[in-house]
């Protein structure tokens, strides 16, 4: 009997409801907000013709293989610091199963994972670091070589 009268009730009172939020929303003159022009997700400039001279070549060459070296061993070195990791890990799990008592179990593993997530994050800060400073120092020698922006995503070479 309720669930009756209040969806009668809803039923006309919802239709009176909406004519009247309409009504007013018209008699406030409400504006609709104006959209901004899309932002470009990098904000790299207009790209202009690289200098064409085999000096400036031969210089940007030089400044992109040592970038790449810098990032090649960066990621080399965080693979192997993961994999000491992992191993460090592997064992004291392993030693960790060794332990009787539940307790002293339990926390034994949880010390194991805690210690490992600290040590991956801090392999991954690592890595981070090393490749925004070889993206600077990259940037630095373009410049130094006046070479315009070449458009690279500094971001790309984390997609793996």
Known sequence: MIKRKIGLLLT???????????ALAQSMSIQQP???PQLERY??????????STAARLCAKTAVEKRETT????FNTFSSSVTSNLSIRQTDLSAAWDITDNAMRRTAINNTWSKSKVANSV???ILKKSRIQAW??????????QINPT?????ADITI
Do not use: H, W
């Not at 990032?71 to 960066?74: D, E, H, K, S």
């Not at 600077?136 to 070589?145: E, G, L, P, V």
């Not at 458009?151 to 971001?155: I, L, V």
């Open 123 to 125: 392999s991954r800060q």
């Open 136 to 145: 600077k120092d990259f940037s630095t020698a373009r410049k130094a070589c």
């Open 34 to 36: 104006t959209k901004l």
């Open 151 to 155: 458009g690279e995503n500094p971001e």
């Open 71 to 74: 990032i090649i061993n960066a």
């Open 12 to 22: 006309v009172t919802a239709p009176i409801y909406l004519f009247a939020m309409s």
């Open 43 to 52: 904000n790299v400039p207009t790209i202009q013709p690289i200098q064409n």
